[in-house]
């Protein structure tokens, strides 16, 4: 059965995130699952002032359609992909790690 994924890590002074999220999207469809990818949320007004907000209140409203959490390497590192983590655990959505990839091949 096909799960949507969603694909969570540092973003936020990160050089490689979107080389990291890219893998990671490319990871999921090749077994058979919809990542959802939250580098490819569309850019605030540029005028907008708290980006940051912005950002995560998109993010959780698409974490919010997950079958589950794929955590990048380094996530501890980021607020975001903390609240992101938090908001898994508490509301019982499967969180994979990325260095466990043959547990998300198990979805299937």
């Not at 999207?25 to 077994?31: G, H, L, S, T």
């Not at 995560?56 to 919010?64: C, T």
């Not at 589950?68 to 508490?90: H, P, Q, T």
Request: proline share 6%; hydrophobic share 40%.
């Amino acid at each position: 059965m096909t799960k949507m994924i969603y694909v969570s890590g540092p973003v936020t002074k990160n050089k490689n995130a979107t080389e990291q999220f890219e893998d990671a999207d490319k990871f999921i469809r090749k077994i058979g699952h919809i990542p959802l990818n939250p580098i490819r949320i569309d850019p605030p007004h540029p005028l907008k002032k708290d980006k940051w907000l912005y950002y995560m209140r998109k993010s959780v409203e698409l974490l919010m359609k997950s079958d589950a959490l794929f955590l990048l390497g380094g996530w501890e590192k980021s607020a975001g992909a903390r609240i992101e983590f938090d908001l898994c655990v508490k509301l019982s959505i499967p969180i994979y790690f990325n260095c466990d990839k043959e547990k998300l091949n198990e979805l299937s």
